[in-house]
């Protein structure tokens, strides 16, 4: 239940609720059914009832049973009065009954009423005779009743601060208005509201009010007089609308509203405010001039007007419904809507009836209805929502219309138009329809059917339809379009391409016309047709692509076709032909005698053979050379394919293709092909050999025997040597000349240096041109053709020379390129000898940096690692040693100690059999007889444990051996088994892993030479890395079957050898991994489990410290076992430190 639905400009009106709230009589807002829209706190209080449970309850609802409270309400409604007055009995739901005094004020706004109760039950008692009053005796006040002076003064102070905010902020003006029962009146208070309503200030009207009675209006001055002293008289609250005359010559309107009370000194004081309403006075005019148009709107209308209530019933009908429908106003007023609906129209109509009183405005609902006649006749009707003031929902208002003769027609169209559907959707043919003036576009369904679309699924819009078309028709349809709209164009007519449901595209036939204008001429109406013609648009284009294809293909290739008719030597040439021989299709065809000359005269019998055999039936396909008229030689391939008709020949067809760039090619082809062949046998001669002198050697015999020279030297030039020289140090001859080999001076050709130096071809006919020196040196060795071809490699400058003595076989360009990639081959190979010679250098060098490198870190970080391994231990072994031997120690006396106390019991056992009752329940408490048991074998326990503890330490030390790092004579059996102990608790199984078995098999061996300490690391080693092998196939296999063994093995072989063995029945090693065992760093263990430095290092321990050998062999799967062999008595030299 809302706080208040009093209407809004009450509840907007501070003024007003100020004084509503703060008034001591009960104040009520009314609607003109008699519902209380707002409470005031002293109504809830006289009342008994809450504010909430108040608003929206009747008047009666209140009133003592057989007290009719509604003919008085109603009396006032009808008759309009602004005061009504009277008294009736109060039954609060406490079952108390007051006595209450009531004033009606009507229409204090419009449609809202006021209702003042006063109760007057006291004053009832007082008046009733024989009644008396019970006198309550005077009580002291309770704490609760105690003043607090100084918050209660601060309460007022805080009350009066607020109230001055009030009435400075709320618009109109509060006020005091005291009235003398002689007549004088004055405004004890008045806020600053009173200057801008009556343009007086309130200390103007403080003793004498008459200022503020001169500004009414002098028709509306009595009755204000009258109607203050009506309320004084009978002390009910005062309401009045007046107009006054505002100061500045303004007229205004303004409504007052007081609660009177009588004052002991026989005046009347009024609490209440005055509020200018002058603009709501405006509305309420135009509200009515409004309302009088409206009136006569509707009256003159076509249209039939109504007004249904909540339950569909006519509350109202316009006239017209008289000469649409044949019923008076008394026939269908308080009637059902639904009387005249047609039965199968009567959910549309109660559909839209339903949304327009939710607050939905439906327009153009189509039904028919009942007339006067007894016919069914269509109407189509516009509903909405109709409210009261307070917004509340009390019905619908409708428009109807006439519309039966339009939908006859349109009834006999849409038939027309499903037939037509029905014809164009057997044909797949799609419709639009365009109104041009609306810009409304309508599809068929076949039409949206064609691109994949439900009839839903597309919108009936033009913007649809430009977003379907294809980017590149799109532009050629909207001209189209435009000229047939303009009138250009008798019909719309186009190709074009639209989009589909799955974005694929279809090509349309879309043809249009204009069927309806207006009456200035303006198109109105488009419609047309929507066919596909995707499949026929697709063999055009095929077509055309291939057409298109196919001259392309023949201009590309070089490929023309042509026909000639036997009969008449009638020649055809398509458009490559004319160009294939030098001509244009502006010159014609040639005729057949000149068409033979156009061959070469070389191949012209030829070509007169080929034609008898195609005249024998014999088809044709041969290559050929035609003389262009500029001179110039092409060669062409014929086809020739034959007609004939019964039995004779009549024609000849074929193609004819320019196949000049293929013998070009083919023929550059040959000679690139064995020159590649030659640069490919000699390079291989070349590049066979990383020796310097074999490449040279090969290079000079490879040149000499492919370019058919007369000779082929090489030399180096030498400028080490004083001075320096020329050194020729291969050569290959013919018997004829001579040796060449050795040093030539530098100064003896000096432009053949030159150019050598400047890495520069030289070669030259000396019948042409000649160089001084070097043209009398090849006339003396009888040299006609000579080259020279530098080679530079990594600073080093050589040269090929060759010679022929003949000169009827010049130097041709392809040799040169030949010799040229030869030159660069041969440098190349002389690069890599050279770079392979000091690259095996250097990778030797590295090498051996590398591995000592590698030997230096493994033997540093072990060392480091078992130094500060080995102090550790020995620490724990010292400092555990001293309290165990302590512990051992006194475990002697501690034993003696027990035999004398257990013999001291037992003698007081057979002494005194029967002790005293307290000894006796402590001899049972502690149950001594198992203490006497248990004590020694717990005495033992403790001996046992610490001959362990002294046998590991024992062991510790053994392993660390910090003082024994020299060469010394040990027992390898104690260091075995010392290391055994330290690792006793991964050999009895951890983690849920089964006991691995040990099984020694030793021989005697004499005391070894060794370095110890160095030689209990490669135990521990090997030792763990065969514990980890075994715990690996233990969890692989999960066989229940397998436990781990692990076998060491020792004896004495010859020439003084020890041989140790440490087999185990691990998981194995790969080969992969027996070949990188024993590499620095090589780990098959994950991350942080291991560093791969212990087999490595034990190799080291073996080899090099030691003189001895570490093998193994391994198989995947069934175990690995490792072999040293040392010598008895060391021979070499003691260890590094590091080591």
Not at 342 to 360: A, K, N, T, Y
Not at 608 to 619: D, K, L, S, V
Not at 821 to 830: D, E, G, K, P, T
Not at 946 to 955: C, G, L, N, P, T
Request: some cysteine.
């Amino acid at each position: 239940m809302p706080d208040s639905i009093s209407p809004f400009v009450v509840q907007e009106n501070q003024g007003f609720q100020a004084l509503f709230t703060a008034s001591l009589d009960a104040l009520l807002i009314v609607d003109d059914q008699g519902y209380y829209l707002d409470a005031n706190p002293a109504a809830c209080e006289l009342l008994g009832v809450s504010r909430q449970k108040l608003i929206g309850s009747e008047i009666r609802d209140c009133a003592k049973l057989g007290l009719d409270f509604s003919p008085a309400w109603q009396k006032s409604l009808e008759t309009r009065q602004d005061k009504t007055q009277g008294e009736f009995s109060l039954l609060r739901p406490d079952g108390l009954v007051r006595q209450v005094k009531y004033a009606i004020t009507i229409n204090f706004i419009p449609h809202f009423h006021l209702l003042t109760f006063r109760d007057m039950t006291a004053r009832q008692y007082r008046r009733s005779p024989g009644k008396s009053v019970r006198k309550t005796p005077l009580k002291p006040p309770t704490e609760r009743e105690k003043p607090h002076s100084q918050s209660g003064i601060q309460t007022i102070d805080e009350e009066e601060s607020r109230l001055q905010k009030i009435a400075h902020h709320i618009p109109g003006a509060i006020y005091q208005f005291c009235l003398h029962p002689d007549g004088r009146s004055h405004f004890p208070y008045a806020s600053e509201g009173m200057r801008a309503i009556y343009g007086l200030s309130p200390e103007m009207v403080r003793e004498d009010a008459n200022e503020v009675f001169k500004t009414i209006h002098p028709e509306d001055l009595e009755r204000v007089s009258q109607s203050i002293i009506d309320s004084a008289k009978d002390l009910i609250p005062w309401c009045c609308e007046y107009r006054i005359f505002h100061p500045q010559g303004k007229l205004l309107w303004v409504m007052g509203h007081a609660t009177p009370r009588r004052e002991a000194n026989g005046s009347t004081t009024w609490y209440g405010y005055i509020q200018d309403i002058t603009a709501q006075k405006a509305t309420e005019q135009a509200l009515r001039l409004s309302e009088s148009k409206f009136r006569n709107l509707i009256d003159n209308l076509n249209d039939m007007v109504f007004i249904a209530d909540l339950d569909g019933t006519f509350s109202y009908i316009s006239p017209t419904f008289k000469g649409v429908m044949g019923y008076s106003t008394a026939q269908l007023l308080n009637r059902s809507f639904s009387d005249v609906i047609h039965p199968e129209d009567l959910p549309i109509c109660l559909d839209v009836f339903q949304r327009s009183l939710q607050g939905e405005k439906s327009r153009g609902a189509e039904y028919r209805a009942l007339h006067q006649d007894g016919n069914y006749y269509w109407h189509s009707a516009n509903v909405s929502s109709l409210t009261n003031d307070q917004g509340q929902v009390i019905g619908c208002l409708g428009i109807a219309r006439y519309i039966h003769d339009r939908k006859q027609a349109e009834i006999t169209v849409h038939e027309n138009h499903v037939r037509l559907q029905l014809a164009l959707e057997a044909a797949s043919i799609g419709t639009w329809d365009w109104n041009l003036q609306t810009n409304q576009l309508v599809f068929s369904k076949q039409w949206k059917a064609m691109l994949g679309y439900g009839v839903d699924e597309f919108e009936n819009s033009l913007k649809a339809w430009e977003t379907r078309v294809h980017p590149e028709d799109l532009g050629s349809a909207c001209d189209l379009i435009d000229q047939h709209i303009q009138g250009k164009t008798p019909i719309y007519e186009i190709e074009y391409r639209l989009r589909c449901k799955d974005d694929n595209y279809k090509w349309i036939l879309d043809r249009g016309q204009i069927i309806e204008w207006d009456k200035q001429g303006k198109p109105v109406r488009f419609i047309g047709i929507h066919y596909d013609i995707t499949e026929r648009k697709a063999h055009e284009l095929a077509l055309q692509e291939v057409a298109k294809q196919l001259q392309k293909a023949q201009q590309v290739a070089h490929l023309g076709n042509w026909s000639i008719n036997v009969t008449t030597n009638q020649l055809n040439w398509s458009e490559e032909v004319f160009r294939i021989f030098g001509m244009t299709r502006d010159q014609g065809e040639p005729c057949f005698h000149d068409h033979l000359q156009q061959f070469h005269p070389d191949d012209r019998a030829f070509l007169e053979a080929r034609i008898t055999e195609a005249q024998q039936g014999i088809p044709q396909n041969f290559d050929i050379r035609i003389l262009r008229p500029d001179g110039e030689i092409r060669h062409i391939n014929t086809r020739a394919e034959l007609e004939f008709q019964e039995g004779e020949l009549v024609q000849m067809f074929g193609t004819v293709m320019d196949i000049t760039e293929r013998k070009q090619a083919e023929a550059l082809q040959a000679d690139l092909l064995n020159r590649t062949q030659l640069l490919n046998d000699i390079s291989s001669e070349i590049r066979n050999s990383l020796d310097l002198d074999t490449i040279l050697e090969s290079a000079v015999h490879a040149i000499f025997a492919e370019l058919k020279v007369d000779i082929c030297t090489f030399g180096w030039y030498r400028p080490d040597f004083d001075p320096p020289t020329w050194e020729v140090v291969r050569q290959q001859k013919t018997p004829e000349f001579k040796n060449c080999l050795g040093s030539h001076p530098l100064n003896q050709f000096p432009q053949l240096f030159e150019r050598i130096f400047s890495e520069q071809l030289y070669h030259f006919d000396i019948r042409v041109l000649g160089d001084g020196e070097l043209t009398a040196f090849c006339q003396s060795m009888g040299i006609t053709l000579y080259l020279a071809l530098p080679i530079h490699s990594r600073g080093k400058v050589g040269a090929f020379e060759l010679g022929r003595c003949t000169g009827d076989c010049p130097w041709q360009d392809n040799e040169i390129e030949l010799l040229q990639s030869i030159a660069n081959q041969v440098a190349i190979a002389i690069d890599q000898a050279q770079l392979y010679q000091e690259s095996q250098t250097k990778s030797r060098e590295l090498q051996k940096a590398y591995r000592e490198l590698q030997d230096t870190q493994v033997q540093l970080i072990q060392a480091e690692k078992m130094s500060s391994l080995g102090l550790l231990v020995a620490g724990v072994a010292h400092e555990i040693n001293n309290p165990v031997n302590f512990i051992y120690g006194n475990l002697i006396y501690t034993s003696e100690y027990t035999e004398h106390l257990l013999s001291l019991i037992q003698l007081y056992q057979k002494f005194y059999p029967h002790p005293p009752e307290k000894i006796r329940d402590f001899i049972e408490d502690i149950d001594l007889d198992f203490l006497i048991e248990d004590f020694p074998k717990t005495i033992h326990s403790m001996k046992t444990g610490a001959s362990r503890i002294r046998d590991i330490v024992k062991s510790l030390r053994t392993f660390s051996r910090l003082d024994e790092a020299d060469l010394k004579a040990v027992d390898l059996h104690e260091n075995i088994d010392s290391t055994l102990v330290i690792l006793q608790n991964r050999l009895n199984g951890r983690a849920g892993n089964p006991e691995i078995k040990v099984i020694k098999n030793y021989q005697d061996l004499p005391l070894v030479e060794c370095y110890i300490g160095l030689l209990n690391q490669v135990f521990m080693n090997l030792f763990v890395n065969a514990i980890q092998a075994i715990e690996e196939r233990q969890h692989s296999e999960m066989n229940s079957d397998y436990y781990g063994i692990i076998t060491v093995t020792t004896r004495i072989e010859p020439l003084n050898r020890v041989f140790i063995s440490i087999r185990d029945n691990g998981i194995g090693m790969s080969k992969r991994v027996q070949e990188q065992i024993f590499n620095p760093f090589f780990t098959t263990k994950s991350v942080g489990k291991g560093t791969g430095m212990g087999l490595p290092t034990s190799y080291q321990i073996v080899t090099k410290n030691h003189g001895g050998e570490l093998n193994f062999t391994s198989i995947l799967g069934e175990g690995t076992e490792f072999f040293l062999r040392l010598p008895l008595r060391e021979t070499k030299a003691q260890p590094d430190k590091n080591s």
